[in-house]
């Protein structure tokens, strides 16, 4: 049985059988994954493998040919990318994609939605908190910030929606090592609050430490499933899959 088809009663996103073609080319091969409440789930992979393609999939801003995309049972898949963000899940692109010419707080303003019922609030004194260096730039139009700094604001606007889960493509792609920590404290504290995360993460080491659970993609489907430590364990699979 697939991963998606166990009906976990702790599930809260499940994918199911998910194909997407980039024009002609067929990227997502029956892709299937869930992530559980309060879970972290790294999602590994070479590039080309699919990673970001299945994100961009749930999120409606790629649109799935075949397949299903559930948030605690409401299928999602063919809707609009603002009806999935509205139901609960936020995304944090690769590419950053601030309000140029907006300031760090206007950005951060942008993102702000009520809470459901039951879950942690975000603030913007969270954020703070988290990135000091956005406290001291708030002022400061977001395209003139730094590609660290961009990502450190990504991050913040998607929280202060207040999702349940928050999927996050590369976050410390070319930033320098103290920004690392910081963004890999963050994740841990979503977590600690009760937000769900699927974390696409180059870097094993920082994947690993911060996962619940990881899965590994190749050739656009889901390969391994398991535990980080049994994925570490396991040096065969990741000669196979992860090395480059």
């Given at each position: 049985?697939?991963?998606?088809?166990?009906?976990?009663?702790?599930?809260?996103?499940?994918?199911?059988?998910?194909?997407?073609?980039?024009?002609?080319?067929?990227?997502?091969?029956?892709?299937?994954?869930?992530?559980?409440?309060?879970?972290?789930?790294?999602?590994?992979?070479?590039?080309?493998?699919?990673?970001?393609?299945?994100?961009?999939?749930?999120?409606?801003?790629?649109?799935?040919?075949?397949?299903?995309?559930?948030?605690?049972?409401?299928?999602?898949?063919?809707?609009?990318?603002?009806?999935?963000?509205?139901?609960?899940?936020?995304?944090?692109?690769?590419?950053?994609?601030?309000?140029?010419?907006?300031?760090?707080?206007?950005?951060?303003?942008?993102?702000?939605?009520?809470?459901?019922?039951?879950?942690?609030?975000?603030?913007?004194?969270?954020?703070?908190?988290?990135?000091?260096?956005?406290?001291?730039?708030?002022?400061?139009?977001?395209?003139?910030l730094s590609g660290g700094e961009q990502q450190m604001l990504t991050i913040c606007r998607?929280?202060?929606?207040?999702?349940?889960?928050?999927?996050?493509?590369?976050?410390?792609?070319?930033?320098?090592?103290?920004?690392?920590?910081?963004?890999?404290?963050?994740i841990r504290d979503m977590h600690a609050k009760g937000v769900s995360v699927l974390l696409?993460?180059?870097?094993?080491?920082?994947?690993?430490?911060?996962?619940?659970?990881?899965?590994?993609?190749?050739?656009?489907?889901?390969?391994?499933?398991?535990?980080?430590?049994?994925?570490?364990?396991?040096?065969?699979?990741?000669?196979?899959?992860?090395?480059?």
């Open positions: 049985m697939s991963a998606a088809g166990k009906n976990d009663q702790g599930s809260l996103l499940e994918v199911a059988e998910l194909h997407a073609h980039y024009g002609k080319s067929h990227i997502l091969h029956g892709v299937n994954l869930r992530v559980g409440e309060r879970e972290v789930v790294s999602l590994l992979g070479r590039n080309g493998s699919g990673r970001s393609t299945t994100m961009k999939a749930i999120m409606g801003l790629v649109a799935p040919s075949a397949g299903q995309v559930r948030l605690r049972g409401r299928e999602l898949a063919g809707q609009r990318p603002y009806a999935i963000c509205r139901a609960g899940i936020a995304y944090v692109p690769e590419e950053r994609e601030v309000f140029a010419n907006l300031t760090v707080e206007e950005n951060l303003r942008m993102g702000e939605q009520p809470a459901p019922a039951g879950a942690h609030r975000w603030r913007m004194a969270d954020m703070f908190d988290y990135f000091p260096r956005l406290k001291e730039r708030r002022g400061t139009r977001a395209g003139s998607s929280l202060l929606g207040n999702p349940r889960l928050i999927l996050i493509d590369e976050p410390t792609e070319g930033l320098a090592p103290k920004i690392v920590a910081q963004v890999g404290e963050c696409v993460e180059q870097k094993l080491a920082i994947a690993l430490k911060v996962a619940t659970r990881v899965c590994v993609m190749g050739h656009g489907r889901i390969v391994f499933e398991g535990s980080p430590q049994a994925l570490a364990a396991d040096q065969a699979l990741v000669a196979q899959w992860l090395a480059v």
